[in-house]
C-alpha cells in the first residue's frame, strides 16, 4: 500500500512519520528520513503509535446526552443554545476550551468564530498549561512570541543547558540529537533540574537547584557574566534600575544559598557558560509551571540578549513546548491573551483583524485565562462551554474543583475521539471527532517547522474534524459566508493572508508566500520553517524601537514548610505515556516502563514517616488528595516528592495528580504552577 508522510501525534518535537496502511485500521510507522526534526528517529510513543489507531473507546456518533443524535439534530442544538446564552448574558458567557492537538486549521476556525463573531475572546487551550509564560516571556523581551532557536543550533552549540526540562523522557529526539551532538564534536551538557532525572545521566554536570529559584540562578549568571566584563546592552532597551539590580545581592555565594547548591558546583556552571559563546539554553515546563515563570523565562532571555548569546548559530535561548501544535496554536492567536498571527488586542490590531475577518462583533480585550475560566463557571458567570480535545477534569489544577464546575454548566459540548472522559462524562453534547492517522492540516513544532498532518484511514462512524464540526456550528448561528470553507487549504490560505494582511514587515510572522497555495502544492507541501534559520542576527527586534528588551526579574522569597504540609509536591510526565493515556493506554509495550502512578521520594524522607518502597502512600494537599505507590529514590531531594499527570478516574481509583495542585497562576502568563505545591504524605 502507498506510504503517507504524517506528522507525530505526540510531542513538540514534532517529527515526521512515514505511515503504511496494512489493513482498515493498522498501519506500518517509521521515522521520515526527510523530516528535519527527526531524521528517521522515532522515540518509544513514536514508534508505538500504529497499535493506538484501532477503534477502541471511540465517539463514532454525536450523542445528546445518552442518546444518538444526527448531526443536524447536535449541530442546531450547540448553535441554538450558544445563541441563546449569547442574546441573554452577553457574548462573554459562552467560552470554548481548545487544546494543543488540534490542527492549526481546526484552531483558526475556533479562534475566528470566538473573536471576531461571537464577540468574546473567551476561547483559551490547554496549552496555557504548558507554555503561556514562554509566550508573555517572549513578548516581554522581542515584542512577539518568537522562539529565536532551530534544532540545528542544538548541533552547533559548545554547551547546551536544559533547565526545567526531563528531555530524555519529554522530548526523547530532541534529546538523542543532543547526545548525538556530544559524540560527535564533545558539546557540554548541563542540567538544571531539582530532580536528578534520566536526563542528568548523560550529562556533564547537575544542578540539583531549590525548586523555583531559577531566577536567582539566571541572575546570579548575569551578575557573574558582568564582572568578567562579558556584557554588553548599548543595543537594549534597558529599564531604569536594571543593572543595580544585578549587581546588588547576586554574588555567588548567596546565589548558592538561595538555590541550596554547593557553590563549587555553581562556580562551574557558571565558568563554563562564561568560556562558552555558543550555548543554547533549553527550557521547559520547570520554567514555565511556575507562580513566577514569566519571569523566570525572562531571567534567562536576559542572559541570553546581555551576553550577546543570540541571533547566531549555536546560540539562543530555545522554549520548547509540550504539544504537538501548541506552536500552531500561538500563531493563529489561540490563546484567551492573544488576537490573532501573533497579533495582541492593541486596538489597530482589532480593527485590522476586525476589517480581514469582516467580523461584526469583534473582541477588543483578553479573555479568561484557563484556571480563571473554569472558576468563572464555577461563580455561574459562563454558562455555555465548548471542550475541544482535552480533558480539564484531569489536568488543570484543583481538578476536583474543575470537575464540579463541569457537572453544574447549564450548557457543555464537547468534540473528541473518546467517548468517556472524565470531561465528557458531563457534557450535554457529544461530537465525535477526526484522530491522529484521519486527521488533514498542518502543526508546527518547536522551532518553527511546519508540516503537514496528513490522513491515512477513513474517517470511522460519523467521525468529521474538528475545523468542520466548528464551521458547521458558526454557519448555523448566522455567518455562512465568513466559514465557507470546504477544505483544509481553504482555511490555511486564510490563515496566511491573515499574517501578511497590512503587517509593515514588523511581525516576523508572515505566511504570504502560502496565501494563495494550490490545493495540490497543500497537500504535497514539506515541512519548512518560517521566519528564517538565524533569527536576529541583525540585531533588530519586533519592537517599536527595534531593540528588544531586559526585564528586571526578581526572585520571590521562598517560604518555609508549612506545619501541616512539610512536603513540597513536583509533577510531570512519564516517558512512554502521553497526556491522559487516552491514546498510549492502548499500546501494551508502553505500559512497561511505569505500570501504575507512584510517588518519588528520597529515602530519608520515607524512612522518617515509615513509608517503603513498593509499598502504598496517600498524598495529601489542601485541595484533595490520592493513593500513590512508592518509589523511593535518592534522585529526589530531600523534602520534596514527585506524582505524574496521567492516570484518570476512568484508568484507576488512585494517582489522580490532578487534584492536588493549587490553581495560584503566574500573574503575566495566567499559567497554573504545578511544580512546588505543600503537600504531605502518609504511609496506607
Ligand atoms: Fe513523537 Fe515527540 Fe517522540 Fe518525536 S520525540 S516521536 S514527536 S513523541
Known sequence: MTSIRTTCAYCGVGCGITATPTGPRTATIRGDDAHPANHGRLCSKGTHLGETIGLTGRLLHPMIGSRRASWDKALDLVARRFRETIDRYGPDSVAFYVSGQLLTEDYYVANKLMKGFIGSANIDTNSR????????????????????????????????????????????????????????????????????????????????????????LMNGLLAWCDRQGLTASDHLDVPEG?????????????????????????????????????????????????????????????????????????????????????????????????????????PDNVARVGRFWAAPHMATRPGLKAVDLFRSIDEGRVKALWIMATNPAVSLPDAGRVRDALASIPFLVVSDIIADTDSATHAHVRLPAAGWGEKDGTVTNSDRTISRQRPFMALPGEARPDWWIVKEVARR????????????????????????????????????????????????MAPFRWGGETLFADGRYPTPDGKARLVVTRQMDMQPPLRDWPMTLNTGRYRDQWHTM?????????????????VDIHPQDAA?????????????????????????????????????????????????????????????????????????????
Open 129 to 216: 498549561l504548558c507554555m503561556s509564560s514562554a509566550v508573555a516571556g517572549h513578548n516581554r523581551a522581542f515584542g512577539e512570541d518568537i522562539v529565536p532557536a532551530t534544532y540545528e543550533d542544538l548541533e552547533q552549540a559548545d554547551l547546551i543547558v536544559l533547565v526545567g526540562s526531563n528531555a530524555a523522557w519529554c522530548h526523547p529526539i530532541v534529546y538523542q540529537r543532543i547526545q548525538a551532538a556530544r559524540a560527535a564534536r564533545g558539546t557540554k551538557l548541563v542540567v538544571i533540574d531539582p530532580r536528578r532525572t534520566e536526563t542528568c545521566e548523560g550529562a556533564d554536570l547537575h544542578l540539583p537547584v531549590k525548586p523555583g529559584t531559577d531566577v536567582a
Open 242 to 346: 536594571f543593572w543595580a539590580h544585578i549587581r546588588t545581592g547576586h554574588d555567588l555565594w548567596s546565589t548558592a544559598r538561595t538555590c541550596d547548591v554547593a557553590p563549587a558546583l555553581l562556580e562551574q556552571f557558571f565558568t563554563l557558560f562564561a568560556q562558552t559563546p555558543r550555548t543554547v539554553t533549553l527550557f521547559s515546563q520547570g520554567i514555565n509551571q511556575s507562580i513566577r515563570g514569566t519571569d523566570q523565562v525572562n531571567a534567562i532571555l536576559n542572559l541570553h540578549l546581555a551576553t550577546g548569546r543570540i541571533g547566531k548559530q549555536g546560540a539562543a535561548p530555545f522554549s520548547i513546548t509540550g504539544q504537538p501544535n501548541a506552536m500552531g496554536g500561538r500563531e493563529v492567536g489561540g490563546l484567551a491573551s492573544t488576537l490573532a498571527a501573533h497579533m495582541d488586542f492593541a
Open 477 to 524: 448561528m448566522g455567518w455562512r459566508n465568513a466559514f465557507a470553507y470546504d477544505r483544509p487549504a481553504d482555511i490555511w490560505r486564510e490563515h496566511a493572508r491573515l499574517t501578511a494582511y497590512q503587517n509593515d514587515g514588523r511581525r516576523l510572522l508572515d505566511l504570504r508566500a502560502h496565501a494563495t497555495i494550490g490545493n495540490d502544492a497543500y497537500d504535497a
Open 582 to 598: 487516552t491514546r498510549t493506554g492502548l499500546a501494551p509495550k508502553l505500559a512497561r516502563h511505569r505500570e501504575e502512578p507512584m
Open 608 to 684: 522518617a514517616l515509615g513509608i517503603v518502597d513498593k509499598g502504598l502512600a496517600r498524598v495529601r494537599t489542601a485541595q484533595g488528595d490520592s493513593l500513590f505507590r512508592v518509589c523511593v529514590s535518592d534522585s529526589q531531594r530531600p523534602g520534596e516528592i514527585f506524582t505524574p499527570i496521567h492516570w484518570t478516574d476512568q484508568i484507576s481509583s488512585g494517582g489522580r495528580t490532578g487534584l492536588l495542585p493549587r490553581p495560584l497562576v503566574d500573574p503575566h502568563s495566567g499559567q497554573p504552577g504545578f511544580k512546588s505545591t505543600p503537600a504531605s504524605i502518609e504511609p496506607v
